[in-house]
């Protein structure tokens, strides 16, 4: 069975940085597009970051300059660098990958989310 975990949440003060992991195991055979997702209290979860097997990358307008998504296929893992962070980046962040295993083919799998807390 195919699981993703995050780690790397926690609180952190305005302008502070944090780092987000996501790794994923079970019975792979291969992992396309991995990404993370957000959600803050009473919103929609929107997406953060994108990113190709081939290590392509796309950001949501509000955290391009400050966030950094980059994935280690060796590892089955993927990473987002969080600098410069402001109140508004709080939320529960979620891993996405759609991802290849032996036992049901092709599935989009989620993690169970870390929670981010940016405040003074």
């Known amino acids: 069975q195919v699981q993703l975990v995050e780690s790397g949440g926690g609180f952190v003060q305005p302008g502070g940085s944090l780092r987000l992991s996501c790794v994923a195991s079970?019975?792979?055979?291969?992992?396309?597009?991995m990404g993370w997702y957000r959600q803050a209290p009473g919103k929609q979860r929107e997406l953060v970051a994108e990113?190709?097997?081939?290590?392509?990358?796309d950001y949501a307008d509000s955290v391009k300059g400050r966030f950094a998504c980059v994935r280690d296929n060796s590892k089955n893992t993927i990473y987002l660098q969080m600098d410069n962070l402001k109140p508004e980046d709080t939320a529960i962040y979620y891993c996405?990958?759609?991802?290849?295993?032996?036992?049901?083919?092709?599935?989009?799998?989620w993690g169970q989310g870390t929670r981010v807390t940016v405040s003074s």
């Open positions: 996405n990958a759609h991802i290849t295993d032996t036992t049901t083919g092709f599935n989009i799998y």
């Open positions: 079970g019975n792979i055979i291969s992992i396309d597009d």
């Open positions: 990113i190709t097997k081939g290590s392509r990358s």
